[in-house]
T-cell receptor, first 114, second 115 residues
Framework: GENVEQHPSTLSVQEGDSAVIKCTYSDSASNYFPWYKQELGKRPQLIIDIRSNVGEKKDQRIAVTLNKTAKHFSLHITETQPEDSAVYFCAASSGSGNTGKLIFGQGTTLQVKP | EPEVTQTPSHQVTQMGQEVILRCVPISNHLYFYWYRQILGQKVEFLVSFYNNEISEKSEIFDDQFSVERPDGSNFTLKIRSTKLEDSAMYFC?????????????FGSGTQLSVL
C-alpha cells in the first residue's frame, strides 16, 4: 500500500545551524507534498507544500525540494531558532480524483538548542 | 483567518460506549476528512467525505465508525462501541477544492480516552 518513510526520527541542532529532514514515498501518482509542524498537544500546522510540477520551493528560512524520479522530498530549515523545536511531518497525497488523502511520515522531533 | 473547529477538546468514555466527535469545517470548504493520531505516532487517514457521501476510507474505519453531515455546517464522527485502542487524538480537516487543487486545514483535535 501507500507508504511514506521519514528520517531522521529525532534531530538535534544548535541554534543558527541548518536542519534537513528527508522523506520517500511509494505512490508514483502522488503529486502534492506538504510539510506540517506540530507542537505538543496542538494541531498540525501547514508550513510549506510543493506540487509535482516544481522541484523546489522556498519561504524565508524554509525550503522544500522534490525529486519525482527518486520519489523523495526534503525539508530544509536554515538559521534555526529555538521556536523551530517541534515535531515535523511530511506527507504525500494519494487516492483518486479531487478528494484524495494524505499519507504521513512517522515524524521528526527537532530540537534546537540555544 | 477561518479555522476548522472541533468539540469537545477532550472526551473520556467507558469501553463499549458510543461517542460522537463534532467538527465545523471552514465555511466554503467542500471536502472533509477525519484523521487520528495515537500518542507519539504519525497521523493516520480515516475517511474522506464529499457531496454527502464517503469518498474513501481506510482499514481503520470499520463498521464501528460512521460519519455524517447532519446540516450545512457540522461534520461528525461516530464510534458506536468504543474500544481501548480507539484512544487517540482525532483531527477533522477540510479543503476547499480537494487535494488535487487545494491545501488541507486541520482542526485542533479531540483527545479521546477510552477507559
Amino acid at each position: 500500500g501507500e507508504n511514506v518513510e521519514q528520517h531522521p526520527s529525532t534531530l538535534s541542532v544548535q541554534e543558527g545551524d541548518s536542519a534537513v529532514i528527508k522523506c520517500t514515498y511509494s505512490d508514483s501518482a502522488s503529486n502534492y507534498f506538504p510539510w506540517y509542524k506540530q507542537e505538543l498537544g496542538k494541531r498540525p500546522q501547514l508550513i510549506i507544500d510543493i506540487r509535482s510540477n516544481v522541484g523546489e520551493k522556498k519561504d524565508q528560512r524554509i525550503a522544500v525540494t522534490l525529486n519525482k524520479t527518486a520519489k523523495h522530498f526534503s525539508l530544509h530549515i536554515t538559521e534555526t531558532q529555538p521556536e523551530d523545536s517541534a515535531v515535523y511531518f511530511c506527507a504525500a497525497s494519494s487516492g483518486s480524483g479531487n478528494t484524495g488523502k494524505l499519507i504521513f511520515g512517522q515524524g521528526t522531533t527537532l530540537q534546537v538548542k540555544p | 483567518e477561518p479555522e476548522v473547529t472541533q468539540t469537545p477538546s477532550h472526551q473520556v468514555t467507558q469501553m463499549g460506549q458510543e461517542v460522537i466527535l463534532r467538527c465545523v469545517p471552514i465555511s466554503n470548504h467542500l471536502y472533509f476528512y477525519w484523521y487520528r493520531q495515537i500518542l507519539g505516532q504519525k497521523v493516520e487517514f480515516l475517511v474522506s467525505f464529499y457531496n454527502n457521501e464517503i469518498s474513501e476510507k481506510s482499514e481503520i474505519f470499520d463498521d464501528q465508525f460512521s460519519v455524517e453531515r447532519p446540516d450545512g455546517s457540522n461534520f461528525t464522527l461516530k464510534i458506536r462501541s468504543t474500544k481501548l485502542e480507539d484512544s487517540a487524538m482525532y483531527f477533522c480537516a477540510s479543503s476547499e477544492m480537494g487535494l488535487a487543487n487545494e491545501k488541507l486545514f486541520f482542526g485542533s483535535g479531540t483527545q479521546l480516552s477510552v477507559l
